[in-house]
């Protein structure tokens, strides 16, 4: 049987079998296997290991941020590859794909197991490009999970919290009671408060009705410890935040 090949030339498919019906049945498997020509990068016999790799090599090409770039491997590495990594892509059911992020979900949460999800379909993306699979195993990819009601601390618990920590010399040693102190009052991300700058504070706008804070992104980069990113998580460098300081960190901020 003959068959156009992706690069326009018509390639003869032949089989073999002990009777007619058996060689017919033989040819169907033959082309069936052919959803890529084997000179292709990734086929339906291509593992999902080797899958995340060239989408990894992609990912560090493109202009995301470093963090979402870290992100990206640790998933890929803790969460996809343990579970699926080891399959071709033809064995990437629906099922197994669904299977396999409801565990993360189920024991890493749901944040984790949509993030997985969405790596997943990214990677597909390029399986399903090459010709390796029909469509994407994880389309109708769903995460179930009991979201807990958010609860706000009460003014009672900050401050028994707060006394807590500065009674406790663990969490004086490690300077937590200002550091907590700081995330009640703004609201702000734990990256974000650690990387105020003195320059960022605008402490003297106190005699005039309230202080000022323009909090910056901070994050860790792989083999670059600490750094602070020029704009904050989802903010245009044009668009810098400005909170305004309660009056009761003012003090502390100033002993620092």
Not at 67 to 94: A, D, F, I, M, W
Not at 186 to 201: F, H, M, P, Q, S
Not at 216 to 245: F, P, S, T
Request: proline share 5%; hydrophobic share 40%.
């Amino acid at each position: 049987m003959s068959i156009p090949h992706l690069d326009g030339h018509t390639r003869v498919v032949t089989a073999t079998g002990r009777s007619r019906f058996d060689a017919e049945q033989r040819l169907k498997r033959k082309l069936a296997e052919r959803v890529a020509p084997a000179d292709e990068g990734i086929t339906a016999d291509t593992r999902v290991s080797v899958l995340a790799a060239d989408w990894l090599a992609d990912t560090e090409r493109g202009e995301l941020a470093e963090n979402t770039k870290r992100r990206y491997r640790e998933v890929v590495e803790s969460y996809v590859l343990p579970p699926v990594g080891g399959l071709t892509l033809r064995e990437c059911t629906p099922h197994r794909m669904n299977t396999a992020v409801q565990a993360i979900a189920d024991t890493r949460g749901a944040a984790t197991a949509k993030l997985s999800r969405s790596v997943l379909s990214g990677m597909f993306a390029i399986a399903f490009a090459n010709g390796a699979v029909p469509t994407s195993p994880v389309r109708d990819v769903k995460v179930v999970s009991k979201r807990p009601t958010p609860r706000a601390m009460s003014i009672e618990e900050v401050r028994d919290l707060l006394v807590a920590l500065r009674a406790d010399e663990r969490s004086v040693r490690a300077d937590l009671p200002d550091l907590v102190s700081f995330l009640a009052a703004t609201g702000v991300r734990i990256g974000e408060a650690l990387a105020v700058r003195w320059a960022d504070l605008d402490l003297a706008r106190r005699r005039r009705g309230g202080d000022g804070h323009d909090p910056r992104n901070g994050g860790e980069v792989e083999r670059a410890g600490l750094v602070i990113q020029a704009h904050g998580k989802g903010k245009a460098e044009d668009q810098a935040l400005v909170l305004a300081l309660p009056r009761w960190v003012v003090p502390m901020l100033m002993a620092r």
